[in-house]
């Protein structure tokens, strides 16, 4: 009924969003809003706050440094990915931004970079990860932002590990039961990437004493961290998750 | 038998490679490996040409702009990935780069740039991209560099299309029947990633008219085109190439 006009700009807003609900805009959601894409008063956008679907709102003030928009109706129901994390040794700055925007794109529900005793990269800006995952959910269509954890203890997290949850690793170490990803039961996942200097001896004894831990083949060339991360979630997603 | 030391160094020459075979070095490779790396002679490096396999070789002369290394043994024999290719149409710089970087690793054996109706990008350069593949082949630990073709125009190659290779079709347009990855056929096949306008109306029905293309899904989420090339190759190389 309302807005036939096909909007292309999507915000991600931390408020809530329900009929009617008047929504306050930051200095750079209102910089980014009427100075670079020259919205104005009476346009539309798209907003979607995690918890809430995709709204359309007009923008009742457009202020230099401020804004007000205004929900008018649901464009998109509320969608949650599937349960699945994604644990990976952070690399290079751009292939670390590179995998949380493929892993927001591809339906990851949590991404949590994983300190081991083997990963260069000790510290995370997890501010600037966390934005890169609203960015690419902002782009991708989708009302879900997965939470960026900060860096967690690769031992203590499996040291932890919630019942119930299966892990899933990829890397050459072949950890875990070998198996076709067709093969592998429904359920909680979380997929764990190696670091690119392997895992230690420690560190693999402790995932070889672990139940409900499975790996897969990446097929027979050597994968770069960031494209195996793709791939893994591809596959999980393809066999598991929401792709059916 | 020869070099226990396990070299990390892999370089892509373009020249014969056999037993005793002497390999000139040219300025670019001789500046990576004496300057850079540091490697003099007496010390080893990997080769390969994407037709003999990867050999194990000893550096005989180190210049500084120049070098002579011998072949010794063959580390690995000639790979070949399955008969698949990539077409799609060029985006950003970084994301077409990336398109390559991946494609490699992912075992493409063959990547084409598309000029469609609606690709933004005109031009690409089709030696640089060709040398991102070649660093792809030099750090994934393939055999194989996948030719990179000049741009093609779409129409053009669909209406000149080989028979007997099957197309997949990867974008919102459902061109093509729909199916699940695991229900295509084996066979030479193309991946061909809608650009992100997607096609134009003569293009769709060109398309249309096609015998022998399929299309999948990717999922509910919008993929980026970089992102789509990657799952569609991890896909297809999980159900029809050579992950089995």
């Not at 292309?8 to 931390?14: G, Q």
């Not at 902002?138 to 860096?151: A, K, L």
């Not at 070889?208 to 991360?229: H, K, V």
Request: hydrophobic share 40%.
């Amino acid at each position: 009924m309302l807005c036939p006009m096909k909007t292309k700009i999507r915000l991600f807003v931390d408020h809530p969003l329900a009929e009617a609900q008047s929504v306050p805009l930051g200095w750079d959601q209102a910089h980014y809003l009427f100075s670079v894409m020259r919205k104005s008063e009476g346009d539309y956008v798209a907003l979607f706050n995690g918890k809430n679907g995709e709204w359309i709102a007009k923008i009742d003030v457009a202020e230099k440094k401020q804004g007000v928009v205004r929900c008018l109706e649901m464009t998109k129901p509320q969608q949650y990915p599937p349960d699945i994390w994604l644990m990976f040794a952070p690399i290079k700055k751009a292939r670390t931004d590179f995998i949380v925007e493929k892993a927001t794109e591809l339906g990851a529900a949590r991404i949590m970079p994983l300190q081991t005793d083997f990963t260069n990269s000790e510290r995370i800006k997890r501010d600037r990860l966390q934005n890169h995952a609203i960015e690419a959910a902002e782009q991708c269509g989708g009302t879900f932002v997965p939470e960026v954890t900060d860096m967690n203890q690769l031992e203590k997290l499996l040291s932890d590990w919630p019942e119930g949850r299966f892990l899933l690793f990829c890397d050459e170490s072949k950890v875990g039961e070998r198996v076709g990803i067709q093969d592998l039961p429904t359920g909680k996942w979380a997929i764990l990437l190696g670091p690119e200097g392997g895992f230690s001896e420690k560190e693999r004894k402790y995932m070889q004493a672990m139940q409900n831990s499975f790996s897969i083949s990446l097929g027979p060339r050597i994968l770069r961290t960031d494209t195996a991360a793709v791939a893994a979630l591809t596959l999980w997603q393809n066999a598991l998750g929401d792709w059916a």
